[in-house]
């Protein structure tokens, strides 16, 4: 499918819709379609990505400057349909062959609003709006907000897909649109936490098999599986937290401690206590699930995961962990 990705600016422009327009230009890309972005400034994502540059559709060009001025004081000017109908030429004049157009906030805020009305006017392709923000429910956009053509395009279901970041942008579209809720897709922003946190390819490993997508909060013991760290209270803290936090876990970081032979025993001990206390998927030891020796930079990954630190040791001779958690 070709896909073309809309809005005033893209990245290197810095913006939140900049942001999350690059990010799905990638995964789209990635899941084989045929990716370009439509824009006024910025430049390319890759070869794959490119940029194709429509001046007319910024929010800052000198002609839109000079029309919303008007706009904004409740005056249509007499160059506002020129200036809606040079940009549907423009539009169509590259959007021949796209399936889908994906408008990010466009059709949303009066930055443009003949951009709007273009888009409004397209026969194709098929148009999804996707809403960041809403100039007529954001106080601070209501003294530039008029009745009428062309301010009522915003506040006009005029046939489009639409596409919210939340669940309050989609009640206050419903309500400003007069469609159902349910008509309306609710897709939240997204962080990949992967590059977010530069998760090493160890960790990636790991943690499909831990179920982090709930956790609340996240404890977290880096610390080999020997009686002197004191496990079985951690165990049973983790219990008690449960029963006004169910969602907390507990990560054990270690493998069984090397030097005593009878720690394999405390680690059956271990999970016997765990079996008692109903901690089956809450407390997790890496050890179950891993062989391999942790090297530091998986530490430091849970150290950016967790919450928190706990390490209820009976005895440290420095205690390492506090020092790594201070820089984490």
Not at 164 to 182: C, F, G, H, T
Request: net charge neutral; proline share 7%; glycine share 4%.
């Amino acid at each position: 499918m070709h896909i073309a990705l809309l809005h005033y600016s893209v990245p290197p422009v810095v913006g939140g819709v900049e942001s999350v327009l690059a990010h799905h230009a990638r995964l789209l890309n990635a899941a084989g379609h045929t990716v370009h972005l439509f824009a006024a400034r910025g430049d390319g994502l890759s070869t794959q990505i490119p940029l194709i540059q429509l001046p007319l559709i910024d929010s800052r060009h000198p002609w839109v400057l000079t029309v919303k001025a008007a706009l904004d004081r409740g005056e249509v000017p007499s160059d506002f349909e020129l200036l809606t109908a040079e940009i549907t030429r423009d539009l169509q004049a590259v959007l021949f062959d796209v399936d889908v157009l994906i408008a990010h906030n466009v059709c949303s805020l009066n930055k443009n609003l003949a951009l709007t009305a273009a888009i409004a006017r397209l026969d194709r392709p098929r148009v999804i709006l996707w809403h960041h923000d809403l100039a007529w429910t954001t106080p601070r956009y209501r003294a530039e907000l008029h009745d009428g053509y062309p301010w009522n395009l915003l506040r006009t279901d005029w046939g489009a897909r639409h596409v919210v970041v939340s669940d309050l942008r989609q009640r206050e579209l419903a309500e400003l649109l007069k469609i159902p809720r349910e008509s309306i897709a609710v897709v939240p922003n997204g962080i990949d936490q992967a590059a977010f946190y530069k998760l090493s390819p160890i960790t990636l490993s790991l943690l499909p098999r831990i179920d982090l997508a709930q956790a609340a909060p996240i404890l977290l013991l880096p610390v080999r599986l020997t009686p002197r760290k004191n496990i079985e209270l951690a165990l049973r803290t983790l219990a008690a937290l449960r029963r006004k936090m169910p969602e907390a876990i507990l990560i054990v970081t270690g493998p069984l401690g090397a030097h005593n032979p009878a720690n394999a025993a405390y680690f059956q001990k271990l999970k016997d206590l765990r079996a008692e206390l109903n901690l089956a998927g809450a407390a997790i030891f890496l050890a179950e699930l891993i062989d391999a020796y942790l090297p530091d930079d998986v530490i430091a990954d849970f150290y950016r995961l967790a919450d928190a630190l706990f390490l209820p040791s009976r005895e440290e001779g420095f205690g390492i962990p506090i020092v790594e958690a201070a820089f984490s």
